[in-house]
């Protein structure tokens, strides 16, 4: 049964970084896309980056652009998501996903498989 699980989050001071990971158990990630996803308190889950099973990256917000990037271990069997220039309004819970299938997606709703989820907290 394929298992996503987050970790890398904590406390970071504005201007911080971060990396997040998302380990995957169960599955060969190689073959599939996984796409980082955030929530912050009374605000709609949105998405943050996509890497597709080639290594192509999508970003579904443009806040971040510039600061975050998404990479893959392959042989690590996981997902990285590099988070540089931490803002306060960063501040969520970050879950991984997955679309099971090669190509990213811009429905939210194409992905399952979420993990619980790992908290980043931008604060001074």
């Known amino acids: 049964q394929l298992q996503l699980v987050e970790s890398g989050g904590g406390l970071v001071q504005p201007g911080g970084s971060l990396r997040l990971s998302c380990e995957a158990a169960g599955v060969i990630l190689d073959f599939y896309a996984i796409g980082w996803f955030r929530q912050a308190p009374g605000k709609e889950r949105e998405g943050v980056l996509c890497i597709s099973s080639t290594g192509a990256s999508t970003n579904y917000a443009g806040s971040v652009k510039g600061r975050f990037s998404i990479s893959r271990d392959n042989a690590k069997n996981t997902v990285y ?44």
């Open 81 to 124: 998501l590099q988070m540089n220039s931490l803002r306060p309004e960063d501040t969520a819970l970050y879950y991984c996903a997955t679309t099971l299938r090669r190509a990213c997606s811009g429905n939210v709703a194409s992905f399952g498989s979420w993990g619980q989820g790992t908290q980043v907290t931008v604060s001074s």
